[in-house]
């Protein structure tokens, strides 16, 4: 019997390694394969971090490779993961496939991921977070744009007509890739420019703000390079609603006024209680594993920003409309704990059923419609407790 040709170049391996890929992702996003682009982000496709969890164990179990998480953090597209999976299988076919040898930056054997690690299972979070902070002095600084490192490049989400682009702020946590908001952005796919930024100095070891008005001021640009001139909401999960309202400051003193800021579950820094950190980290490690980064520069980075901005007021970004939305359940891992996350200066405030955590996954898709309603209206309405 005719056997079918097996494909000779190394292009039409990749090819074939593509659409397996999309084969896998299209059935983890209930998509038909023939909707997902080679080219297309995997988050623009909608994929959170439990999403692809599901694709990274499909992979393995067909390849019969060990696939980090992060490789997809640092392969974003099915063409891209298919290039790095037919390397790795043609490396193994020829037997040189090894383990790369740690360094000091990346290991997390018998080093600061195992110490961070261990502190937070035996309910010491703070401690871990401060030795962290004192582990990053010996990190450079950078005050402003002019002596900073490059901001990671924006992922966009999504793509739409709308009148306002909406710009989200990670937290400021040790995670691998930028999957906060992948349910969230679903909800605007073909309607509104969703982006999404994270922040210099967790990927490697580079310079880290001196002052919180730094911080603001290296992503101002980013930010405005984003809205490409048309106006934009800020939108900002826990401590990505204090990086939204730097930037939202530094904006304004150059005369810049962003069309609002929403802040999803974002506690006021300086009435953050040692048990949220201590429940919330071990919250995050027990249940998201594998997106948290136990390397030295997601780790450093973690804990100098949350030492630079816990415990502080910010700057109150007076004249910008805030919208302020809270997860009404206990934080995970705590005594019956409620953030507080309604900020004296917010223009509205809408109560969500959910924890901290659920409220960008499970009730993500609760969250963009309260967000769609609130940027389509130009209403003045009471700065607290009114549902939309």
């Given at each position: 019997m005719p056997q079918e040709p097996t494909p000779t170049s190394?292009?039409?391996?990749?090819?074939?390694?593509?659409?397996?890929?999309?084969?896998?992702?299209?059935?983890?996003?209930?998509?038909?394969?023939?909707?997902?682009?080679?080219?297309?982000l995997f988050?623009?496709?909608?994929?959170?971090?439990?999403?692809?969890v599901g694709l990274v164990n499909g992979l393995e179990e067909t390849t019969g490779l060990a696939i980090e998480l992060s490789v997809i953090s640092e392969h974003p597209t099915p063409y891209d993961l298919a290039i790095y999976l037919h390397g790795e299988l043609t490396q193994r076919a020829k037997g040189t496939t090894h383990a790369p040898e740690p360094t000091p930056h990346d290991s997390t054997s018998g080093t600061i991921g195992d110490l961070f690690r261990q502190s937070v299972e035996d309910g010491r979070a703070v401690d871990a977070l401060g030795f962290l902070a004192a582990t990053a002095q010996l990190r450079p600084r950078y005050s402003g744009s002019a002596d900073a490192p490059n901001p990671p490049a924006p992922l966009r989400l999504s793509r739409g007509p709308g009148d306002k682009v909406l710009i989200c702020l990670e937290s400021l946590g040790p995670f691998l890739g930028n999957f906060t908001y992948a349910r969230f952005s679903r909800m605007f796919l073909g309607t509104h420019d969703v982006y999404v930024l994270r922040y210099p100095g967790y990927d490697a070891p580079d310079a880290l703000p001196d002052s919180p008005a730094a911080l603001g001021r290296v992503l101002a640009p980013v930010v405005e390079g984003?809205?490409?001139?048309?106006?934009?909401?800020?939108?900002?999960?826990?401590?990505?609603?204090?990086?939204?309202?730097?930037?939202?400051?530094?904006?304004?003193?150059?005369?810049?006024?962003?069309?609002?800021?929403?802040?999803i579950d974002t506690p006021v820094p300086d009435d953050l209680p040692d048990e949220v950190f201590n429940g919330g980290t071990a919250s995050l490690l027990a249940s998201w594993p594998d997106i948290v980064s136990l390397k030295y520069p997601a780790l450093t980075a973690f804990g100098w920003h949350y030492k630079m901005l816990r415990g502080r007021p910010l700057p109150p970004t007076t004249t910008t409309p805030t919208l302020s939305i809270r997860a009404t359940e206990p934080f995970p891992h705590t005594d019956d704990v409620h953030l507080n996350s309604l900020w004296p200066d917010s223009l509205k405030c809408v109560d969500v059923k959910a924890d901290h955590y659920s409220i960008v996954v499970e009730h993500a898709e609760e969250v963009a419609r309260i967000t769609a309603r609130w940027i389509s209206s130009g209403e003045e309405i009471p700065r607290t407790g009114t549902a939309l």
């Open positions: 190394s292009h039409e391996q990749i090819d074939l390694m593509a659409t397996l890929v999309k084969t896998h992702a299209a059935a983890i996003a209930a998509l038909p394969a023939t909707e997902i682009e080679n080219d297309q988050q623009e496709i909608g994929f959170d971090s439990q999403m692809l984003c809205a490409d001139g048309a106006p934009f909401v800020l939108v900002g999960y826990c401590s990505g609603g204090w990086a939204a309202r730097l930037v939202a400051a530094q904006l304004e003193s150059e005369g810049i006024r962003p069309h609002s800021i929403v802040l």
